[in-house]
Each structure stands twice: as structure tokens, then as C-alpha cells.
């Protein structure tokens, strides 16, 4: 027979995977992550290819937030339009920047795997691109039309 030894301390973890990061400041992870795309919450430390986040890094931020901080900061309102670049959103998925540029959503993953678009990557799957590199890349791939 085989006896488990429990800890004897109760502590909490000191980083958190992004679900347990999310719940652990009461939003869901779709919210979550798109504070962390817009700068309210810190950016997840890379552990071995896993996404972890400080809960203390968490805490400060969540304190440092009031609800008068909230009604004047640039930080989100509920809207995903970007204030820096108008006409786009502060981060796409691979699949509404197809949409946007009417293409599959593999052409936007192959670009990413070629590092022709800048994008973040949250866990092994999770994408996500920001309006700056949209409008980087955009310029940058500019075709001339035909007379």
C-alpha cells in the first residue's frame, strides 16, 4: 500500500497557468487575455514553453487599478477598437485577420510560422496579432494596382 504525504503548509502558487491566472482575478480567460494584450495585467514569464504568470505581479496590478484609474486610462472600455490605429482592432485572432483580409486562416498561420508576421503565442496553440504588426506587415507587402 502506498501512503501520500500531504504538505503541511498552505500556500498559494506563486505562478499560475492562464486559466488559473484568469480565475484567480475573477474574469473569464477571453477577458483575461485581452487585458493582458492591452497592458492592464503583465505578460506571461515563458517556463519551458509554458506560460506562467506571477501572482504577485497579478496582485499588484489588480490593486493599482481603482475605478477612477479606470474611467480616465486609456486601458480597455469594452470595445477591441484600437485608439492608436483607427480602423483596426487592438489584436486579431488567425481567423478574423483572414476575415479582414479575405484569405484562409492558414495563409496567416504559414506567415506567422515564417516570421513574416510579428504574433503572440499564449500556450501551444493560442494566437494572437496585434494591430501594429497587422499595419507593419500591410505596409510593408503593399501591391500596386492594375491599370
Known amino acids: 500500500m502506498t501512503t501520500t504525504v500531504l504538505d503541511p503548509y498552505a500556500y498559494p502558487p506563486i505562478g499560475m497557468n492562464r486559466e488559473a491566472a484568469a480565475r484567480y482575478v475573477g474574469v473569464t480567460v477571453t477577458v483575461f487575455d485581452m487585458l493582458v494584450m492591452t497592458g492592464w495585467f503583465p505578460k506571461a514569464k515563458d517556463l519551458g514553453g509554458m506560460a506562467v504568470w506571477d501572482r504577485i505581479e497579478l ?14 486610462s486609456k486601458k480597455p472600455s469594452g470595445t477591441l477598437m484600437s485608439e492608436d490605429h483607427p480602423g483596426y482592432h487592438n489584436v ?6 483572414a476575415e479582414r483580409w479575405k484569405c484562409s486562416r492558414n495563409l496567416v498561420r504559414n506567415l506567422i510560422q515564417r516570421k513574416e508576421l510579428e504574433a503572440v503565442r499564449y500556450g501551444p496553440k493560442m494566437l494572437r496579432i496585434t ?6 506587415y500591410e505596409q510593408a507587402n503593399l501591391v500596386a494596382p492594375c491599370r
Do not use: G, M
Not at 486579431?92 to 485577420?97: E, V
Not at 494591430?131 to 507593419?136: N, R
Open 59 to 72: 496582485e499588484a496590478a489588480f490593486r493599482s487599478s481603482t475605478a477612477d484609474d479606470q474611467a480616465t
Open 92 to 97: 486579431y485572432t488567425p481567423d478574423t485577420l
Open 131 to 136: 494591430a501594429a504588426a497587422v499595419i507593419a
